[in-house]
Structures are given as structure tokens and as C-alpha cells.
């Protein structure tokens, strides 16, 4: 809502750092693509993605619009700063199916569309964890029947990366996307996690329990490690099957991604 010292029609929302780099949302997009590909595939008419506060460098827009037209090539991506200078910057871009504009929460679309898909990627991390909810209703109001927003955060290159996939009714899903080469123990995604868990994980609240259970699976399916680090983690996943709902299955875990109902995870005395 605009706030008493918001013109009415501004955007809402406030300026982010804008730190961003090539390739850093490739592991969002993937999942966009996958599993989420069908709410692109059954549009009646070309599927709007938003890429709501893209930052100072619109690239991770560009990749977004290459990587999605491969799967609905009439799909129109709208890159959306708050910040008008990277707007002006990111205008020379723009193509059939790419556009940038103005804006912040409200989501600002010509006609006024509806948007399939709003990915918005370290941007409420940089907010305080009560603004949460009204940020996610303001976009949930914008969004088209099938629609869904994206919360998520990443690190600098995209290898570790946590999202929560919200509904038009709600929260249903947070996914954990990460590098498996290297990785030390699952929970390394903890750092990553978008506002409305990162505060959230320490004993006694879900994702904790969920993060916790997931490193002593890893522990547990070391000796898989002798086919490497995708078998490792393939036979910790598995052994989570039966103690928590798990979306999706071991061709998304190959890629060390991992999605629980947000239900399992959700802080305690969440009211979303």
C-alpha cells in the first residue's frame, strides 16, 4: 500500500544494492523451465515473467528471456527496477519478448496483464522479516490464475541458492538448489535462505529440523561418495522420503535441488 509519504502510483519499495553477476539465477531458471514450465506451456495467451528488481545489471533478465522462450517462444519477460538509472541502462536491450520499466511491488503491467511468473531474487533479503508478507500479498495480487511468485536468495555465482515459491492462496513449497562439488554438508544452504526463514533457523523451528535431518542423511551416505558427490546426495534425499514431503524426484535431485511443502518448514506460528 503507499505509505503517507509515498506519491500515490510510485512504486513501492525501496532501492536495493543491486549486486548481481552472468549466470547467477541459472539454477531458478532451470526450475522455472522444469517443473514450473507447464504454467508457462498452458497459458491461453503469451505467459508475462517479471524479473522484479533484476539490479544494476539487467542481465539476469536477458538470460531469462533466452532461457524461456526455448520453452514458449511468445513468452514476454519485463525486467522491473525501482531505481529509474538502471531502467535507462538496461533500454538499449530490449527486444521482441524483453522490456525493462519502473516499478517495485505493485508490479506494474501495460493492459493491465497478469504475470505467470514473478522471480524476485535477493531483493527481501535486504528487507526487514515483518515486511515479508505485505511484499508477498501485494504481489500475490497481481498475479494470473496459475501465477507464482519466486522468493528467493543466492550467493555471489549462483552456487548455492533457497526459494520460496508462493501461490496466489499462499506459500506451497521451499526449494534448496546447490553446487555438489565441493559441498561440504547440505545446511551450507542456511545462509541463503530467503527473509522468511533466515532468522528462522535455529532449534526448534521446522526448517532447522529439516536442515538438520538433511546433513545426517549426508552423513550417513558417505559410502556413496565412491560414486560421487550426485550419488551422495541422491541417497540422502531418499532417506528423507518417508519423514517429509518431498516434491519432485531423483531427477531433480541430480542436480542438487531438493523442494518440501512450505507446510513442513514454515515458521513457527506462521499465519501465511
Known sequence: MASRDRPVGAPVGTVTRGT?????LRRCDRWIAGPQGWRLRRSPT???????????????AV????????????????????????????????????????????????????????????????????????AWAR???????????????CDE????????????????????????????????????LPKALIHRNVPGEPVHAFLSDLDRAWERSAASSSWGARQRFLAAVEQLRDT????????RWRLGEVTVDWAAVAPLGDAT
Request: proline share 9%.
Open 157 to 192: 555465482i549462483g552456487r548455492r541458492a533457497a526459494w520460496v515459491t508462493v501461490e496466489k492462496d499462499g506459500p506451497v513449497s521451499l526449494t534448496l538448489s546447490l553446487r555438489l562439488g565441493g559441498l561440504q554438508r547440505p545446511s551450507d544452504a542456511a545462509e541463503r
Open 20 to 24: 548481481t553477476a552472468p549466470n547467477r
Open 63 to 134: 538470460e531469462l528471456h533466452d532461457r524461456l522462450r526455448r520453452l514458449r517462444p511468445d513468452v514476454q519477460v519485463v525486467g522491473i527496477e525501482i531505481d529509474p538509472a538502471r531502467v535507462r541502462d538496461a533500454a538499449p536491450l530490449e527486444r521482441e519478448g524483453l522490456t525493462f520499466r519502473r516499478g517495485g511491488f505493485e508490479v506494474p503491467l501495460d493492459d493491465g496483464a497478469r504475470p505467470t511468473v514473478v522471480r524476485a531474487f535477493n531483493v527481501l533479503r535486504q528487507y526487514a522479516e515483518g515486511d515479508v508478507a505485505a
Open 139 to 153: 504481489v500475490q495480487e497481481r498475479l494470473a490464475p496459475a501465477g507464482i511468485l519466486v522468493d528467493g536468495t
Open 244 to 251: 517429509w514431503p518431498l516434491q519432485g524426484g531423483p531427477a
Open 46 to 60: 503469451p505467459p508475462v515473467v517479471v524479473d522484479l528488481g533484476y539490479g544494476a545489471s539487467p542481465v539476469t
